[in-house]
């Protein structure tokens, strides 16, 4: 088990660094909760003076491995807006965007803003009413395409989202 642990540290830690949320120098981001399926990952960027978190689930698709994503959640350093942060894997179909269905609805689809040498990046403005679909609901599909014709459909537990959001600093 502590092989796998320390794993799924890294790659939160790779995530996290590509989507700006670390340092690469401060990489190592400690895992300070577990909120169900979600772990709360800290660090301090350089040259601020407290700490940054963000709730982190890394997921694949259950018929093919080899597509996962990254899911973080967080507030922004000026506790102005609240994120919804997705690392997609390259390959993906970029115009058909990333899809959301939370508990068998149609949230809707989000462009992806940009790729980096591991995957490409959606992100989305979290407003109270989504918090409240995705703190309230059971599970989440993500969707995400590499043909116009073929979506995958990748799930996200929603179990411990409400209870790590509410203790994001």
């Given at each position: 088990?502590?092989?796998?642990?320390?794993?799924?540290?890294?790659?939160?830690?790779?995530?996290?660094?590509?989507?700006?949320?670390?340092?690469?120098?401060?990489?190592?981001?400690?895992?300070?909760?577990q909120y169900g399926d979600w772990q709360m990952s800290c660090d301090t960027?350089?040259?601020a003076s407290f700490e940054q978190c963000a709730l982190i689930q890394n997921?694949?698709?259950?018929?093919?491995?080899?597509?996962?994503?990254?899911?973080?959640?967080?507030?922004?350093?000026?506790?102005?807006?609240?994120?919804?942060?997705v690392l997609a894997p390259l390959g993906v179909l970029l115009p058909n965007?990333?899809?959301?269905?939370?508990?068998?609805?149609?949230?809707?689809?989000?462009?992806?803003?940009?790729?980096?040498?591991?995957?490409?990046?959606?992100?989305?403005?979290?407003?109270?009413?989504?918090?409240?679909?995705?703190?309230?609901?059971?599970?989440?599909?993500?969707?995400?395409?590499?043909?116009?014709?073929?979506?995958?459909?990748?799930?996200?537990?929603?179990?411990?989202?409400?209870?790590?959001?509410?203790?994001?600093?």
């Amino acid at each position: 088990m502590q092989p796998i642990l320390g794993l799924v540290v890294r790659t939160v830690a790779v995530a996290a660094v590509a989507l700006g949320l670390m340092s690469p120098a401060l990489s190592q981001g400690v895992v300070k909760a577990q909120y169900g399926d979600w772990q709360m990952s800290c660090d301090t960027p350089p040259g601020a003076s407290f700490e940054q978190c963000a709730l982190i689930q890394n997921v694949s698709a259950e018929d093919q491995p080899n597509v996962g994503l990254s899911v973080i959640v967080l507030k922004t350093a000026d506790k102005q807006a609240r994120l919804l942060r997705v690392l997609a894997p390259l390959g993906v179909l970029l115009p058909n965007g990333l899809g959301l269905n939370i508990d068998g609805a149609n949230i809707g689809r989000v462009a992806f803003v940009r790729c980096l040498p591991n995957g490409c990046v959606a992100e989305v403005v979290l407003d109270d009413d989504l918090i409240t679909k995705l703190t309230t609901g059971k599970s989440a599909i993500f969707f995400v395409f590499k043909t116009p014709e073929e979506g995958i459909g990748i799930p996200v537990s929603l179990n411990g989202f409400g209870d790590g959001f509410a203790q994001l600093p």
